[in-house]
C-alpha cells in the first residue's frame, strides 16, 4: 500500500509537471495580454508593467522562475488585481466552491445510490425504465443547461428561490440541483450496473437459498460488493462539481474560484491562470489516489499494483 501510494504521487508529480507545461506556453500563445485594455497604455508604462512582472524576460526564463516560486507555495501576485497575491485568493475564494461541491456530491450519492439500487431490482419495469429515462436526460444536458431551465421556472416565473447569490440558505438550492443533476445520473447509472452484476453471482443466490431477507441480501451482501465502482468514481465526480461550478457560479453570480478563473482568462491574468490550473488540477490528482486507495480499503480483494 505505501509503495503504491509514493508511486502514484511521484506519477501525479510527473502529470502536475506536464499541466503547468502546457498551461504556461498555450497561454502565452493566445493574443492579447495583462496590461491591454479599452486604453491601451503608453510604451513606457507598458514597458514598466512588463518588468515589473518579469513579463520582459524569455518565456522559458519566466516558467523557470514561476516553478521555482510555485513549489515555494508562492503563485505570484494577481496581475489584475492589484496588490493581492494568487494564493489569497484561491484561499479565500475555494471555501465557497468546495462547498458548493460538497454538497452536491453528498446529494448524487444520497440519491444515486438508492436509485440505481431500485432500477436493479426492478429491472425491466417502468420504475427501472422510468430512472433509465431521467438518468439519460441527466447525463445528456450540460450543467449551464440545467441552470438556465431551474433559474427560469423556480426564479422567475414561480419566483420560490433567488436567481443569484448565496446570501440566504435558499440560495444554494438551485446551484446544487443543477451541479449534482449529472453525477446522481451516472452515479444512479453505475450502480445500477454494478448491482446487476452482483445479483446475479452464486453467492447471492446461496444467500436467498438459506432464507435471508431480501434487505439483508442487498445490503450486507450485494451493496458492500457492488460499491466498488462508486468509490472509484468519487475522484473524478469530486473534480467535475469543482470545475463544473465554474459555470454554474457564473449564471448565479456566486463568488467562488469558478467566477475568479473565468474572469482571469477574459482578462489575460497569466499568474492567477496559473495558479488556479495547477491547484485544481492537484486536486483531481489527490481525489483520484485516495478514491483507488479507499477503494482497496473497501474490498481488500483488488491488488493495487
Known sequence: MIRYTVKRLLL????????AILTFFLMFLVPGGPFLSEKTPTKATLAALEKKYGLDQPVIVQ????????????????????????????????????????????????????????????????????????TTIGIAVPSFVTSIVLMYILGLKLGWLPTFGIEKVSGYVMPVMALSFYPTAYITRLMRSSMLDVLGQDYMRTAKAKGLSPALCLFKHALR????????????????????????????????????????????DYTMIMGTTIFLAALLIFFNIISDIANKLIDQRIQLN
Open 63 to 134: 516558467f523557470k522562475n514561476y516553478i521555482i516560486n510555485a513549489v515555494q507555495g508562492d503563485f505570484g501576485p494577481s496581475m489584475k488585481q492589484r496588490g493581492r497575491n494568487v494564493k489569497d485568493i484561491i484561499g479565500e475564494r475555494f471555501p465557497v466552491s468546495a462547498k458548493l461541491g460538497g454538497i452536491s456530491v453528498l446529494l448524487s450519492l444520497a440519491l444515486g445510490i438508492p436509485l440505481g439500487c431500485i432500477a436493479a431490482l426492478k429491472r425491466g419495469k417502468w420504475t427501472d425504465n422510468t430512472i433509465l429515462v431521467v
Open 225 to 268: 460488493n457492488a460499491i466498488g465502482p462508486i468509490v472509484t468514481y468519487l475522484g473524478p465526480a469530486l473534480a467535475f462539481t469543482l470545475t463544473g461550478s465554474f459555470v454554474v457560479e457564473n449564471i448565479f453570480t456566486i463568488p467562488g474560484l469558478g467566477n475568479s478563473f473565468v474572469s482571469s482568462i477574459t482578462n489575460r
Open 12 to 19: 501525479g508529480a510527473v502529470a502536475l509537471f506536464t499541466v
